[in-house]
């Protein structure tokens, strides 16, 4: 089963994929966490995009797609894939899917999680996470432990992202809603197209989708 999850930022994609990889045999590929460590590491393509991401702008599709490329050639032993912020352009969209049917894995379903604007600015602007395990936790709704300790994992490395500050996320949201959100009318064209409400509790979410991947 090959997924992907669309919808804008902090709408829960994240959380999302790690409960599908820890549940199914399937892998993420999030192309975010992909250029995050690419400039967490210094490479010369982390460098090139550092600025474009703190703005919120988006990184050139040359880049994500080879990104994306190469992971597929190595994620091949799983039962899925779970496209996570990849894609988000009509040029990503048509570049996967040639890269997916070259390979044979072609995409089952794209759940769309939905979400309003009010609720995406609340939500990143409280949001962490643990550095080690990437568990998320949020400063009203799910505030850090007090002993400093990840509830999941235990580490004690909680990390905030440069571009969850309300500039950054309004040029983010602004670029989804221009770049991205084509993409509905696209894979609804396509029939892949499944729509879950993303403000519903975690649980409900997951088994919405869940749902979904069993039906
Ligand atoms: P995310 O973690 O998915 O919110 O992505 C963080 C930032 O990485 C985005 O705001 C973009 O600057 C860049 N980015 C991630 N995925 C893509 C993509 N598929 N196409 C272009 N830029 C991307």
Same mark, same amino acid.
């Given at each position: 089963m090959n997924i992907i999850l669309l919808g $804008? $930022? @902090?709408? @829960?994609k994240g959380t999302q994929a790690r409960h599908l990889v820890e549940t199914r045999n399937m892998v993420q590929l999030s192309t975010g966490d992909m250029l995050r460590e690419a400039k967490d590491s210094g490479t010369e393509m982390g460098k090139t995009v550092a600025d474009v991401m703190a703005r919120g702008d988006l990184v050139t599709d040359e880049i994500v797609i080879g990104l994306i490329r190469e992971k597929l050639e190595v994620a091949s032993e799983h039962d899925g894939f779970i496209f996570d912020?990849? $894609?988000?352009?009509l040029a990503q969209a048509t570049a996967l899917a040639e890269l997916l049917t070259a390979i044979g894995k072609p995409l089952d379903y794209v759940i769309e999680l939905r979400v309003n604007d009010d609720a995406l600015v609340n939500r990143i602007s409280g949001r962490s996470t &643990? #550095? +080690? &395990?990437g568990e998320v936790y949020h400063d009203e709704t799910k505030p850090q432990p007090t002993d400093g +300790? &990840?509830? +999941? &994992? #235990? %580490?004690s490395d909680f990390k905030r992202r440069a571009d969850d500050n309300e500039e950054s996320l309004r040029n983010r949201l602004m670029e989804y809603y221009k770049k991205t959100s084509p993409l509905l009318g696209y894979y609804y064209a396509h029939d892949m197209l499944k729509g879950v409400d993303?403000? %519903?509790?975690i649980d409900d979410v997951q088994a919405s989708i869940a749902e979904i991947l069993d039906s």
């Open positions: $804008p $930022p @902090g709408a @829960g912020g990849f $894609p988000r352009t &643990c #550095g +080690k &395990c +300790k &990840c509830v +999941k &994992c #235990g %580490a993303g403000l %519903a509790d």
